[in-house]
């Protein structure tokens, strides 16, 4: 089992690029987010303990990701990528234990740069499917319907200028160290332009995989 570990500020293009992989390379997309929703959404023990965090935008303890990301590898056998994990330094060298523990190899840490200005115009303007996941900008399209799967796009709570101020000045001071930390691994892409320029990068980075 292979790991690629995404890096990037908020509304750097995560979800979609994860999602390219997914497909294309047939990576299995694993977002803490999505997991600790999940939680909630199920009313676990957890869910209920998360739930007043998330509806802030707050962050969640390494602890509980921890748990729910250990779960979700034991139950997995393809190839991952990880979204939204890790996030600071600790986080990473406690995930370096947890894929020794699960049997999993590190192979690519990519890490995803936007022009912050770029970055709030697309948070502010972004609707996801509840349904498959795919990202939608509401300047771009008619009616708030998923053109993939007919399912219902709404905007997260969390998708606010303000919520992602807070969270790019954190993502600044926590998670920037883990640029250096992954150094002999890392790739840095940019999604300032086009899509299909991102792809492209993807592609010459995973061509090993096809
Ligand atoms: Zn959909």
Do not use: W
Request: hydrophobic letters at 35%; proline letters at 2%; a neutral charge.
């Amino acid at each position: 089992m292979k790991c690629i570990i995404l890096i990037a500020a908020p509304a750097a293009g995560k979800g979609t690029i994860s999602k390219y992989i997914e497909d294309k390379y047939n990576y299995k997309h694993i977002s803490t987010g999505d997991l600790l929703r999940e939680e909630v959404r199920n009313n676990t023990d957890i869910g209920k303990e998360i739930k007043p965090l998330l509806e802030k935008g707050s962050l969640v303890g390494d602890n509980i990701i921890e748990e729910v990301l250990l779960k979700e590898l034991s139950k997995t056998n393809s190839n991952i990528i990880l979204d939204g994990y890790p996030r600071t330094l600790n986080q990473a060298k406690k995930l370096d234990e947890l894929l020794i523990k699960a049997n999993v190899e590190l192979s690519n840490v990519i890490n995803i740069d936007i022009d912050k200005e770029i970055a709030i115009e697309r948070i502010t303007n972004r609707l996801v499917c509840d349904n498959c996941k795919s990202v939608y900008n509401k300047k771009l399209i008619k009616e708030n319907i998923c053109t993939k799967c007919g399912g219902n796009l709404s905007s997260r709570n969390d998708d606010n200028k303000e919520t992602f101020l807070d969270r790019y000045d954190t993502f600044l001071k926590e998670t920037k160290p883990l640029i250096n930390y992954y150094d002999d691994k890392l790739v840095t892409i940019y999604n300032n332009s086009s899509l299909d320029n991102i792809f492209k990068d993807v592609d010459g980075i995973l061509k090993g995989d096809a």
